[in-house]
C-alpha cells in the first residue's frame, strides 16, 4: 500500500553564519561578544573557517569545541591543502569524538607560488574537494555506531561568479555535481555582489541535475576595502554602483545603512528564486549581520 500523499508544510528560511578563530585575546573577547549576539537569532548552524593551509587549525579545533557548550550548532570547515589524507582522516574523527556533525569540505587556497601546472598527484594528500567529501564518507562509515547509525551533514562551495581556476562556469557546475555524487548534502555560495549571479546559477545547476540545497553566501556589504578585496580573490565583479555609494560618504553609520540595505536586497531576490535559506560571513562582527536579519525578518525558532 503507498503511503499517503501528505500535503507537507514549508520549511522556513535556514540560517547560518561563518566565524573565524580569534588570533589574540582581544579578539576572543570580541568574538564572544559576537558569538552570545548571534545565539539570539537561533541560527540553524555556525560554521567555523581556518586560515590558508590550516595555520591555525588547533585554534579552529578549540573553537568548535568551545561552541559545543553554547546553543549554536558548530559546522567545522576542512581544506584539502596543507594536510595529507591520513592527517585529514585522523583529524575528522577527532571533530566527530567531540561532537561535531557537520563538515563543510573545501579544497582550499593555494599558495601563491603553487599554480595549476605545478600540481601532482600525491598518495599522501588530496587534490580536490570531491576527494575530500569521499574520505569524510569513509571515517563516518567506520563510525556508524558512534553516530548512532546516523549521518554526517556535509557541506560544500559553489561558485555564483566563475571559479578563478575554472576554465568557464560550466565547469563549475559539472565540479559541484560531482561533489553532490560523492556525498554532499548541501553547498554555500562564494560571495557574489549581483541578484542575477545567484539566481543563474540556481538555473544551471538544476538544469545539470544538481539537487542539493544550495545556500548563498552573503556578506553585509559595509567595508569598501573588504568588498574590493574580496572581489579580486573571488575574481567576481563588484557591484561598481554600490562602491561608488559607499566611496562617496565618509561616516561609518552611513556606510553601513547603504551596505545593509544592498545585502539585504541581494537576500530577498534570492529567496524569492528559490535559496532554502542564507549563510551570512560576519567576519567575526555582528552588528551589519544583525541589522541584515532585522531588515529582511526571517522566521526563526521560539526560543
Known amino acids: 500500500m503507498s503511503p499517503p500523499n501528505l500535503a507537507l508544510p514549508p520549511a522556513p528560511p535556514a540560517l547560518s553564519y561563518e566565524l573565524f578563530p580569534p588570533r589574540t585575546p582581544a579578539a576572543a573577547d570580541s568574538l564572544w561578544e559576537t558569538i552570545r549576539a548571534l545565539e539570539s537569532t537561533h541560527p540553524d548552524y555556525v560554521s567555523v573557517t581556518y586560515g590558508a593551509s590550516g595555520s591555525n587549525r588547533d585554534t579552529a579545533v578549540s573553537l568548535l569545541r568551545q561552541l559545543q557548550e553554547t546553543s549554536l550548532r558548530p559546522l567545522a570547515h576542512l581544506t584539502c591543502i596543507g594536510n595529507t589524507a591520513q ?176 545585502t539585504v536586497r541581494l537576500a530577498r531576490v534570492a529567496l524569492e528564486a528559490g535559496a532554502p535559506g542564507i549563510h551570512l560571513y560576519t567576519f567575526n562582527e555582528h552588528r551589519s549581520a544583525l541589522d541584515v536579519l532585522e531588515r529582511l525578518d526571517l522566521p526563526r525558532p521560539a526560543a
Request: charged share 25%; proline share 6%.
Open 87 to 262: 592527517e585529514l582522516a585522523l583529524l575528522i574523527a577527532e571533530l566527530l569524538d567531540h561532537g561535531v556533525r557537520g563538515i563543510l569540505a573545501l579544497r582550499g587556497d593555494r599558495a601563491p607560488s603553487q599554480t595549476r601546472a605545478s600540481e601532482q598527484p600525491d598518495e599522501r594528500g588530496l587534490l580536490h574537494a570531491q576527494d575530500l567529501v569521499e574520505l569524510i564518507r569513509r571515517v563516518e562509515q567506520r563510525r556508524s555506531a558512534l553516530l548512532a547509525a546516523g549521518k554526517l551533514a556535509i557541506g560544500v562551495a559553489a561558485y555564483p561568479a566563475k571559479h578563478p581556476e575554472s576554465p568557464d562556469s560550466a565547469h563549475d557546475i559539472e565540479v559541484l555535481l560531482a561533489k553532490q555524487r560523492s556525498g554532499a548534502d548541501f553547498a554555500i555560495t562564494q560571495v557574489f555582489f549581483h541578484p542575477a549571479e545567484y539566481e543563474d546559477l540556481l538555473s544551471r545547476a538544476q538544469r545539470a541535475g544538481v539537487s542539493i540545497p544550495i545556500i548563498p553566501g552573503l556578506m553585509p556589504l559595509t567595508s569598501l576595502v573588504r568588498l574590493r578585496r574580496l572581489a579580486e580573490l573571488s575574481g567576481a565583479a563588484p557591484d561598481e554602483a554600490l562602491l561608488a555609494e559607499l566611496a562617496a560618504v565618509d561616516d561609518d553609520a552611513t556606510r553601513r545603512r547603504i551596505g545593509v540595505a544592498a
